[in-house]
């Protein structure tokens, strides 16, 4: 039960899939640190994202603004922030803890600066591409700001002593457009944003900061908030508790429960802290903790990213994140990271006595602390390497033992890697057409051959192949709440776009359309080009929705299905044509429906 909690949060970049549908959390989960005043109130807000096709998407987040229906606008992001919001698709950060006048405030808006963005896609072979980004005239994008209105009953009320969550969903599959027959690939973005008035307590939380106190009596830590990379400024404090299953790692060592606040409560104020955890009823419980030169803001240099190869202590590194000890962050298509008997090797949840620099394989994500000895090398031969959870989606070609044919591995195409020396011998070298995985006891009684799976775990010790990953959970399509996306445009906007609706799901006719739908990232080809689709409402009919009418800069949310399916009505009976539907759930393979909780729709008006 302990390995299998961990397994919910891996910090720093690597979060293990959770499952979605916008439920649980609220305001009495939070526990942010209030100075308790007559007319104010505090809000933590949140960011995340749902799954794209990008290996990087940074720009930056230059205001959250909260605005009250007499038109009271409150600014609640202190400072400009750089965010990836490819690196929130299986987790969700925290971003500030606001102080803000106390009232209801009926709309929440995002400013986006996509000036000077990076973002990268990759091509079937694995090749990573710098993107050209233009919105939908084909012009160049700049700073934008987009707008969400919410409805009456989800508004978010501001009150004394009683902490509000928000968090904001910048659906990257939804928003974005992409145009491979371009050179480069062309980006058309068209920003949807989605939220929830609380914060999920079915998803992966991500707190960064550093140290302000340590509370061994009531097993809790407060941070002062330091969102994404900032090193500076004042985002709030946040209090976050841990339990006897909470793992630590503290300037490279490793500790468990008590033993970890104990070291906690005997390091300096604003040491750095990055915490994984989940949002329970009792606060934010932290699943793992790291902190002081474990994290990537200290004396060493530091790179992040998947090795793709090794020889002897070299290890290549793809889609490299640089840290440098000055906070100044770089990424470059490739690195190499020089490991050696010297380095120590470290991984969450592992026995670290037990792991050399030979536990280091090609497909495994690492965090290397070291020297920079060029623009393209770091040596951390005489310094330590993380271990990460890594992940792979795959279909499975045997089922006892588990094989698969790999589609992803830690995001990118099995071409990108070499796999020579992972074996025990050159014929044993993993195959990534018949991967080999130690999947233990896990219980494997639903997967069947050619079922998509998405394995979480570490690749198996550098020249020890068979087998060539070590499972720690193996996710089947059927239970993965968040498994599929659909995305659907119309060339022409389509005034007749419906096969079928009531208040439990919407059949989308796609005859004209533009449409795609995956499961875990693959496309479903065997459905493919759709001809219809089935919308159906979860469980609850609870869920996030929104309708955005094109030239209008507000978006209007619904966290209930049958909201959407009146608003559509709405919509279609005024005369406006729905241009693009974007959504994700979970599929059934039986039925071919997407059992869908979080969707958008955009019309475009009659009078366009």
């Known amino acids: 039960m302990r390995v299998c909690r961990w397994l919910l949060i891996v910090v720093s970049g690597m979060i293990l899939q959770a499952c979605g549908g916008g439920s649980g959390g609220g305001s009495t989960t939070m526990d942010p640190v209030a100075m308790v005043q007559d007319d104010v109130g505090e809000i933590v807000i949140a960011l995340t994202d749902a799954e794209g096709d990008f290996t990087t998407y940074g720009i930056d987040v230059t205001s959250v603004v909260l605005r009250k229906a007499n038109g009271t606008v409150v600014e609640t992001l202190p400072l400009r922030t750089r965010v990836d919001f490819a690196e929130l698709t299986e987790v969700t950060e925290f971003l500030t803890v606001a102080t803000v006048p106390v009232g209801v405030y009926e709309s929440v808006s ?28 084909g012009d160049p994008l700049g700073a934008l700001t987009v707008r969400l209105q919410l409805t009456s009953s989800d508004r978010i009320r ?12 910048f659906d990257l599959d939804a928003s974005n457009e992409i145009d491979h027959t371009t050179a480069p ?10 939220a929830t008035p609380e914060l999920e307590a079915d998803r992966a939380h991500r707190l960064r900061g550093v140290l302000d ?30 339990d006897d299953e909470t793992l630590y790692e503290i300037d490279g060592a490793g500790f468990e429960g008590a033993a970890g606040l104990m070291a906690m409560a005997e390091l300096a104020e604003n040491i750095p802290v990055v915490v994984g ?38 290890l290549t590194v793809r889609g490299a994140v640089i840290e440098y000890t000055d906070g100044i962050v770089a990424r470059r298509a490739e690195m190499t990271v020089l490991v050696g008997e010297g380095t120590n090797v470290t991984a969450l949840g592992l026995d670290n006595d037990l792991l050399t620099q030979n536990s280091i394989s090609v497909g495994q994500r690492i965090v290397a602390f070291g020297e920079l000895t060029d623009d393209l090398s770091l040596n951390a031969s005489e310094s330590h390497v993380r271990m990460q959870i890594s992940g792979l989606t795959a279909e499975v070609v045997a089922e006892t033992p588990l094989a698969v044919d790999l589609i992803y591995l830690n995001g990118r195409r099995p071409a990108v890697y070499d796999f020579s020396g992972t074996g025990v011998s050159p014929d044993d070298d993993a195959d990534p057409s018949f991967y080999q995985i130690d999947t233990s006891t896990l219980p494997l ?39 599929a996306g659909f995305a659907a445009v119309w060339e022409t906007a389509t005034a007749d776009p419906l096969l079928s609706i009531d208040p439990a799901s919407i059949e989308l006719d796609l005859e004209m359309a533009r449409a795609v739908l995956k499961v875990l990232g693959v496309p479903l080809e065997a459905t493919n080009p759709l001809e219809s689709l089935k919308l159906v409402a979860p469980d609850g009919g609870r869920g996030v929705y929104a309708v955005r009418v094109r030239g209008s800069d507000q978006i209007h949310l619904f966290l209930s299905f049958a909201d959407l399916v009146e608003e559509v009505i709405a919509q279609l009976d005024t005369g406006s044509r729905l241009k693009r539907v974007g959504a994700s759930g979970r599929y059934n393979r039986t039925t071919e429906e997407l059992i869908s909780g979080r969707a958008g729709f955009e019309f475009i008006a009659p009078d366009s």
Do not use: C
């Open 110 to 137: 995002l400013g986006l600066d996509f000036t000077d963005a990076e973002v990268i896609v990759q091509d079937d072979f694995g090749v990573e591409q710098r993107t050209t980004l233009v919105d939908e005239s």
């Open 158 to 169: 501001i009150a004394v002593g009683i902490p509000a969550a928000f968090s904001l969903d």
């Open 185 to 194: 690939p062309t980006v058309t973005v068209m920003p949807f944003l989605l």
């Open 213 to 242: 106190t340590v509370d061994e009596e009531t097993s809790s830590v407060t941070l002062k908030v330091r969102p994404f990379r900032h090193r500076t400024g004042d985002f709030g404090r946040f209090r976050f508790f841990t």
């Open 277 to 314: 955890g989940m949002v329970t009823d009792g606060g934010f419980v932290a699943a793992t903790v790291l902190a002081g030169t474990s994290v990537p803001w200290t004396q060493y240099d530091v790179v992040s990213g998947v090795v793709v190869a090794r020889t002897d202590g070299a």
């Open 445 to 483: 009684s639903s997967i069947d051959s050619g079922d998509l799976v998405r394995v979480r775990g570490h690749v198996n010790e550098f020249g020890a192949a068979p087998e060539d990953f070590l499972a720690l959970t193996v996710i089947d399509v059927a239970r993965d709440m968040r498994g």
